[in-house]
């Protein structure tokens, strides 16, 4: 992982607590105290943008909440890929295309996309998909099937342990000149102190995962389903 976002040494480490296989899972936690990194509260880990913004990807993993991950009202990212915006020609950071987030006790799906160059948050057309509740002290297993594009040729296809629970068509991503690079990790934006609001119940957050793969457009869903 070349990209490495967190506020202390203990912000992501190994874990032998908990482990989908093996004897070992990768433990992201986060206090709503700990200093912002990259304008924001995180602790994630993220691999180098993709050259180009039309690719596709399969995206397996295995996620485990533990009991203290509560339901709270206000939302974070638990997996992201970021756009990569041209700044050079006077493009500017965005929300993510595509983020898996939870909120009250259930997983969402959020995808963004815009055909416009060189946009803003303000710009984007953004959807969002509940795909069911948490179950806490369990793994759960994802696969993502991605054909990132902003025309109509683009594709989301999910799998949650195991069956097919949301097929996407259509634009999921930025007309970007670089592709979106992913990230794996918590964020709550929610918790800096200008977009407080004071709804998060919560002011800690750990999160295990195991078993990451991930595959270009060679791969097939049983090349990295956990």
Same mark, same amino acid.
């Given at each position: 992982w070349p990209g490495h976002e967190k506020a202390n040494k203990n912000s992501i480490s190994i874990s032998d607590s908990v482990a989908h296989s093996g004897r070992y899972s990768l433990?992201?936690?986060?206090?709503?105290?700990? &200093?912002?990194?990259? $304008? !924001?509260?995180?602790?994630?880990?993220?691999?180098?943008?993709?050259?180009?913004?039309?690719?596709?990807?399969?995206?397996?993993?295995?996620?485990?909440?533990?009991?203290?991950?509560t339901p709270d009202p206000a939302p974070e990212i638990i997996q992201q890929w970021h756009d990569m915006p041209d700044l050079s020609e006077g493009g500017v950071w965005r929300s993510p295309p595509?983020? &898996?987030?939870?909120? $009250? !006790?259930?997983?969402?799906?959020?995808?963004?996309?815009s055909a416009k160059r060189l946009t803003s948050n303000k710009d984007l057309v953004s959807k969002d998909y509940d795909l069911g509740p948490c179950v806490n002290s369990q793994w759960t297993n994802w696969v993502f099937h991605i054909r990132f594009s902003w025309e109509d040729d683009g594709l989301i296809e999910v799998w949650q342990n195991g069956k097919l629970v949301q097929t996407i068509n259509g634009p999921n991503t930025y007309n970007d000149k670089v592709g979106n690079y992913f990230k794996l990790g918590i964020y709550k934006w929610v918790?800096?102190?200008?977009?407080?609001?004071?709804?998060?119940?919560?002011?800690?957050?750990?999160?295990?995962?195991?078993?990451?793969?991930i595959g270009d457009e060679r791969a097939t869903y049983?090349?990295?389903?956990?």
């Open positions: 433990k992201f936690a986060l206090k709503k105290n700990d &200093l912002a990194v990259a $304008n !924001g509260k995180r602790a994630e880990v993220a691999l180098k943008p993709d050259q180009g913004a039309k690719t596709e990807r399969w995206v397996g993993f295995s996620v485990f909440l533990p009991d203290s991950f595509f983020a &898996l987030y939870t909120q $009250n !006790g259930h997983w969402f799906l959020a995808i963004k996309s918790w800096m102190p200008e977009k407080d609001k004071g709804i998060s119940t919560t002011t800690e957050r750990e999160v295990f995962y195991d078993d990451v793969r049983n090349d990295v389903a956990p």
